[in-house]
Each structure stands twice: as structure tokens, then as C-alpha cells.
Nanobody, 126 residues
Framework: QVQLVESGGGLVQAGGSLRLSCAVSGGTFSSRSMGWFRQAPGKEREFVASINWRYITSYGTPVKGRFTISRDNAKNTVYLQMNSLKPEDTAVYYC????????????????????WGQGTQVTVSS
């Protein structure tokens, strides 16, 4: 059973930074592609970033140049460093993991991922 637990959300002013963490237990972390998604009130969940088993990263257009995804296989943890935050970044952020190991360089869709965390709230004030 794979479990994901996010942490690091909170309230920050526009222009500030936050780092989200996602601790993964169960299965083999190092061979999994990992992703971050977010969902704002009244909107659909959207892709934020992904990192595969070879550390290849991909980003959604709204966050390119501001967010950085990384992973630490020794700690079974994936991170999302968020800089230059904007009010429109306000959302619940979800960590996700693919069930199938290895695979392609990037996965952008919710259905590509098999395991999800409970989400962590990020609120950016103007």
C-alpha cells in the first residue's frame, strides 16, 4: 500500500515562497514518477509539475520559471519549491505517484497517477 503525506502549506504574501513536501511510504519510491497538482475553489484540478525516475522535470505553463520540483530518493520525498507566489496560486496542492515504475519522461494527466495525498492548502494574499 502506497501512502503519500503532504506538508508545508500555509498562508504567504504575494511574492513570497513556500516549500511543499510529500513523504511517500510503501513500494519502491526511486522508480516512480511523481507529480504535483492543484485545485482552486470552483476550478478543475490542474497539473503543476512532475519528475520522473531519471529526474526529468516538467511544469505547467502558469508555474514555469517560478516553481521547482525535486526528489530525494534517500528520504522517499518529493518537494515543490514555490517562489514569486501570486494570489492565483491559491489552491489545495496534491502530491501524486504513478503505480507503474519507470516509464515516460513526463505525465500530465490525473489518470496517469494511481496514488494521491490528502492535499495541503496554500493561500497567497495580495
Amino acid at each position: 500500500q502506497v501512502q503519500l503525506v503532504e506538508s508545508g502549506g500555509g498562508l504567504v504574501q504575494a511574492g513570497g515562497s513556500l516549500r511543499l513536501s510529500c513523504a511517500v511510504s510503501g513500494g519502491t519510491f526511486s522508480s516512480r514518477s511523481m507529480g504535483w497538482f492543484r485545485q482552486a475553489p470552483g476550478k478543475e484540478r490542474e497539473f503543476v509539475a512532475s519528475i520522473n525516475w531519471r529526474y526529468i522535470t516538467s511544469y505547467g505553463t502558469p508555474v514555469k520559471g517560478r516553481f521547482t520540483i525535486s526528489r530525494d530518493n534517500a528520504k522517499n520525498t518529493v518537494y515543490l519549491q514555490m517562489n514569486s507566489l501570486k494570489p492565483e496560486d491559491t489552491a489545495v496542492y496534491y502530491c501524486s505517484a504513478r503505480g507503474t515504475p519507470y516509464g515516460s519522461s513526463a505525465y500530465y494527466a490525473e489518470h496517469d497517477y494511481d496514488y494521491w495525498g490528502q492535499g495541503t492548502q496554500v493561500t497567497v494574499s495580495s
